[in-house]
């Protein structure tokens, strides 16, 4: 009897133990926590397996992901994933602004109060309790922890890739000396099944400072100088979207100057003036730490880099912030005690003339101005099985135009369709090998590249086998539209090519594992453009 009251008091001991905890995998690089989190891990697995668009694809670690979790694509996390995103839109950086305010697998307690904005697009905090209580029935069930746990050496490499990548540069330390301010903590967060999708997010402590958190896509292999920025970008913004909101006011006074720019900012999901004032501000503060960080040079490429994308005030702004920094290292003055001033200076400025909304400048982003875009895959290569296959990766990425942007038409047509259908009111995305596309062949000694004998002739020559080269062009029946081209050396490395972070520049170019080997912009009063070496 004595054994059996034994084994029923161990019973309901064990059962009434907290449920074990993961931990981030840590480094660190002066003030900045750099991380792979659990919460953001799990989050991502379970995106995966309900075909969230926004996630890494065919990757080593996503396809891993795939294999692993396969038993679990029928559960409930999975399908509530799918339901807040049709029904909601519940996606881009609310997904992880949710998990983030809930603790460690495999308890996930709320332990930060859900935002307005988040109970919002997620269609009520009813909609989360759901959504938390699935995930934490797939984390127990699924096996993530063992997953989890014999990944570590992998993000461990990936942690120490970002180390290296800082080369002694502490951010932190920039940011604080730039704004004369701080926040209560700085956590940057590697998500490897992020696609090529950064977040800015930022969770208030009990301190009523902030803990901030830059969520950045990718495994490691980052471009210098380019992961600089986004990682100011992020921070950035959480020292001025409160101080916009602070001066809401005095933001209505330049309003004007957002009528030229409404259009093409609202394209870009930047629909009212507040919200593109911060990303001009944001932007321009950037270029002045990149100055900061690497010369004069660099910091003026950041400033033509962030005009092409259609932020025309950035310089007015450069200029009344050299002001404030002569203020602040004369006399201490913070960026907060300076900002009105900034305000004034763009309540007096005149708005920008002649900005053409549609314009194609030789940025790829610009291809999709034109509210049309015609999507051309290719037929012309022995292997039809491949060919169907990327007929059919074409007409996905039609339907993620169709469904994350305004364009008002977005067709699928075959090359030879392309070659005998006027394409002269369209932005052209053409896939596929030059040879293997008709279209892009009957035009390619038009193009100021060449690929030939496995070799790419671009800005240099390229020749690993692995290659993807991501690139746009005047549309060859109308140069006032442009186009993208999607190429490799072999039809096998087209399929998944958007998932390779593009759209800044002229052109990009990656090797296999997503590492950059150039990008660039072309001389587009050259013609035909050529190459800016």
């Known amino acids: 009897m004595k054994k059996i009251i034994l084994l029923l008091v161990l019973l309901v001991f064990c059962f009434s133990l907290p449920a074990k905890k993961l931990e981030p995998v840590r480094t660190s690089v002066g003030k900045l926590n750099v991380s792979v989190d659990p919460r953001t891990e ?40 799918r339901m807040l995103l049709q029904e909601y839109g ?19 307690k709320r332990i930060v109060p859900y935002s307005e904005d988040v109970k919002n697009r997620a269609g009520g905090e009813a909609n989360l309790s ?22 570590k050496e992998f993000y461990e490499r990936i942690l120490a890739s970002v ?52 969520v950045i896509c990718g495994e490691g292999k ?23 909101e602070k001066y809401r006011d005095k933001v209505e006074l330049s309003k004007k100057l957002f009528e030229p720019i409404r259009e093409f900012m609202t394209s870009k999901s930047y629909g009212e003036w507040k919200i593109t004032l911060d990303e001009h501000i944001v932007r321009a503060v950037a270029a002045r730490m990149m100055e900061m960080l690497f010369g004069k040079q660099v910091g003026a490429e950041w400033v033509i880099y962030e005009k092409k994308q259609g ?28 900002f009105p001033n900034l305000l004034s200076m763009l309540a007096d400025l005149n708005p920008v003339n002649n900005f053409d909304t549609a314009a ?26 491949l060919i169907y296959k990327i007929k059919q990766y074409t007409a996905y990425v039609a339907d993620f135009i169709k469904q994350k942007s305004t364009i008002k038409e977005c067709v699928v047509i075959s090359d030879s369709v392309a070659l005998s259908k006027p394409l002269d009111e369209y932005g052209i995305l053409c896939y596929g090998t030059i040879e293997s596309n008709l279209f ?46 999607y190429t490799a050396f072999k039809n096998d490395n087209i399929l998944d090519i958007n998932s390779y972070s593009h759209g800044s520049y002229s052109y990009h170019i990656f090797s296999g594992n997503r590492t950059v080997l150039s990008e660039g912009f072309y001389d587009t009063k050259s013609v035909p453009w050529k190459f800016i070496k």
């Not at 080269?469 to 539209?481: D, E, S």
Request: net charge negative; aromatic share 14%.
């Open 163 to 214: 180390r290296e990548m800082f080369q002694g540069r502490d951010l932190v330390k920039t940011v604080e000396e730039y704004y004369k301010d701080s926040c209560n903590s700085y956590n940057m967060i590697i998500c490897p099944l992020n696609g090529n999708h950064n977040y800015g997010l930022r969770l208030k402590s009990s301190n009523d400072k902030y803990d901030l958190y830059p």
């Open 130 to 151: 759901v959504y938390r209580d699935a995930i934490r029935d797939f984390a127990k069930k699924s096996g993530f922890e063992h997953f989890y746990v014999s990944k």
């Open 42 to 81: 799990l989050l991502g697995v379970i995106q995966i397996m309900a075909d969230y668009p926004l996630v890494t694809k065919n990757s080593p670690y996503s396809n891993e992901v795939k294999a692993y979790f396969e038993p679990m694509k029928d559960s409930k996390a999975v399908e509530v994933t």
């Open 311 to 338: 932020f025309v005030y950035i310089e007015p702004i450069i200029e009344s912030l050299k002001r404030f920094e002569s203020l602040r290292d004369s006399d201490g003055v913070t960026f907060a005690e300076y």
């Open 440 to 485: 892009l062949s009957h035009y390619k000694e038009t193009f100021p590249f060449q690929i030939k004998n496995g070799e790419l002739f671009a800005d240099k020559k390229y020749n690993d086998p692995s290659l993807r080269f991501i690139t746009c062009l005047p549309n060859p029946q109308n140069n006032k539209n442009g186009m993208i081209v």
């Open 360 to 385: 194609f400048n030789g940025i790829i982003d610009r291809v999709f101005n034109t509210g049309k875009i015609a999507v051309v895959y290719p037929t012309a290569d022995c292997n039809q099985e």
């Open 90 to 108: 519940f996606s881009y950086d609310a997904p992880v602004d949710f998990i983030l305010r809930l603790s460690q697998p495999l308890q996930l």
């Open 222 to 244: 980052y471009r210098e100088r380019f992961f600089d920025n986004v990682i100011l970008h992020e921070f950035n913004h959480s020292f001025v979207n409160p101080l916009t």
